[in-house]
């Protein structure tokens, strides 16, 4: 199946205000990095635009078709006909039917919410459908929202910028390799990212450390820089850019991947635990001017149950022996927290890592008779708690955090100390 992404441009709908973009018809600044080629494509309708984001087929990048095209531009120009043109009261259902009729060809419609333009008239965030071409089915979407579009556009591209222009230079002497890296220079560093950037802006400009091992004694390390350049919201993921990373290592290096490992384990091997709050459980529903309060209670089986759906775990085994149950002041929450497989066999379980936990809050006399590094563990879980809690696909996080979708699930990142720690949403739990 070929997928076509594209967001409508909209010229009379654009708003020139400063630091403003209209709700329907005009993308920012930010939406235009979300792709590295953005194709135009017009029609009869002047000031009409579809800028094509993506197509590919089964992931890879491919050509649309005049058919492709020429419907997707068909659609557009016709939502604005209507949306323009209408006087009555209308709903998603009404637009639907009318969309379906006019265009019997295609099938599978979806819109999005129907929202108010600078003209005051209603469109949809969003249509999508399908078209058969060539005896193959063609699935496009096509934004009108920029804010829709920047949070549910979800294809992205991932450049690596490694501390070394061969990375194979880290199987040179191990001394001679850490001399290198100790001549890197910001400005040199800077002249590589605008280099491998070029004409295309990125969304994000991140960096990761990764402590680089000597093969002769495990004892010694060195940390390392690589610097990543994100096209698009999604691609702000640890495990996309982890992957991102180990296929950049495949494509560009001689040596195995067993080599790599010895010498960069924590690229391959991530030390991670997962926790899951039992968001529906409470104990005090929320009501208008009154925060709901979650139940302290583990229903031991039953909850247990769904963490493991919910994860998509099916080592019974591992989880049976890594599992702990952590309460927290936080509203009362409870969390079950557990570890990756990946993890080092002296950090299994939560408790190997901060064996001083206990249930207090950061405003209790007891909260300073935890160590320093245990302290900090449970200011940074309460915040990715509260962040957990809030979070909806449109949520801004603060500079340390990303969103990673697992299992169909979202998950809250941060690092502390070199340790991943995820917390599953609410929005993702309950729905």
Known sequence: MLKFKGFASIRSLISNADKTVSPIGELSSNAMTYAKDVKIYGGSMPGVQIHAFSCKRAGVDATASDSVVVSAVSVVEWVIRRQSAITQTDTATDFRLALSSEFPQLSSFYIGELIQASDGKLYPTFVSWKITDLGEDNETTIYLSNTTFETEYDDYIID??????????????????????????????????????????????????????????????????????????????????????????????????AQWRTIFPDIFKTTEFVFVPLWENMSVSEMTSTQGVYSPVLRLSDDLTSVKNKLGLVNSQHFNEVTCILPRPYKSIVCVCVGSEENKPTQKKLSDVFPDIINVSSTSLDFGRMSQRTQEFILLLDDLLYRAEIYTGKTTLPSGYRVANRNGKNFIFSTHYGIKYAVMTRESAIS
């Not at 222009?165 to 400005?187: C, H, K, M, R, W």
């Open 160 to 257: 690596v910028i490694p501390p070394l222009n061969a990375i194979d230079g880290f199987f040179e002497p191990y001394a001679n390799a850490v001399q290198t890296l100790a001549s890197l220079n910001y400005i040199s560093m800077l002249q590589r990212i605008q280099d491998r950037r070029s004409l295309y802006p990125e969304t994000i400009l991140t960096a990761e450390t990764y402590d680089f091992y000597n093969s002769n004694d495990s004892s010694v390390k060195t940390e390392t820089p690589w610097t990543f350049l994100i096209y698009g919201q999604r691609g702000n993921d640890p495990d996309a850019i982890k992957q991102a990373l180990i296929t950049y290592i495949a494509s560009n290096s001689t040596r195995s991947e």
